[in-house]
């Protein structure tokens, strides 16, 4: 089947504990991408992937981190999290110039 | 700040009845998508109009897009309690930029 995988799913971690979500798509995609979702502001990009070893800031990188090291995997790094950090966080990815995103099942962080 | 902003931020209609959602945007596009989303899940691609295009339709999804007025609407005709979720519009300022509003959400009463 088709699909981004995220893991893990469900995550509370405490200030400045280095954490990772994985991210892996099974369709070839060369466009991957990371967005975080908070109550009331939609989706707001992190971080996003055009290819292997290329990758550009989005709209709200700030304390994150990201490496696209295989077409497959696009993991998101959090160095020291904050609890502003606490939020739902979605892995994308396309074909290029679809621009239609398939979507992974969502990563819901908590930071204490 | 959103490239698009969904308008009513929440809706609760009858089973059976139309649902319509609208989008307004602020810059120029290349397309315009509308996404469901069902409680906290990942969000599933409806249906994606381009700039050039005014009308569209999907099953029971119809998209209009007006780009003299930067808006596009989605109505959902006939909905079911299974169209209970959030819809989110998403423009496309370039490839691979997708810019997504807060989303509307529906609620189909039985």
């Known amino acids: 089947e088709a699909q981004v995988t995220q893991n893990p799913r469900y995550l509370i971690t405490v200030t400045g504990k280095k954490l990772t979500v994985t991210c892996s798509q099974n369709?070839?995609?060369?466009?991957m991408s990371w967005y975080r979702q908070d109550p009331g502001l939609g989706l707001r990009q992190i971080y996003y992937?055009?290819?292997?070893?290329?990758?550009d800031k989005g709209d709200v990188p700030e304390g994150y981190k990201v490496s696209r090291k295989e077409k497959r995997n696009f993991p998101l790094i959090l160095e020291s999290p904050s609890p502003n950090q606490t939020s739902l966080y979605f892995c994308?990815?396309?074909?290029?110039?679809?621009?239609?995103?398939?979507f992974g099942a969502g990563s819901r962080l908590t930071v204490l | 700040s959103q490239q698009g902003e969904e308008d009513p931020q929440a809706l609760s209609i009858q089973e059976g009845e139309n649902a319509t959602m609208n989008c307004s945007y602020k810059?120029?596009?290349?397309?315009l998508q509308w996404y469901r989303q069902n409680s906290g899940r990942g969000l599933v691609h409806l249906i994606l109009?381009?700039?050039?295009?005014r009308e569209k339709h999907s099953g029971r999804l119809r998209v209009t897009l007006d780009t003299s007025k930067k808006s596009s609407s989605l109505l959902i005709t006939a909905s079911r309690a299974a169209d209970t979720a959030s819809y989110f519009c998403?423009?496309?300022?370039?490839?691979?930029?997708?810019?997504f509003g807060a989303g509307t959400t529906v609620t189909v009463r039985a």
């Open positions: 994308a990815s396309s074909l290029p110039g679809a621009n239609v995103l398939t």
């Open positions: 369709m070839n995609h060369e466009y």
């Open positions: 992937s055009m290819n292997v070893e290329v990758t």
């Open positions: 810059t120029s596009i290349n397309n």
């Open positions: 109009i381009r700039s050039n295009e």
């Open positions: 998403a423009t496309a300022l370039f490839d691979y930029k997708l810019s």
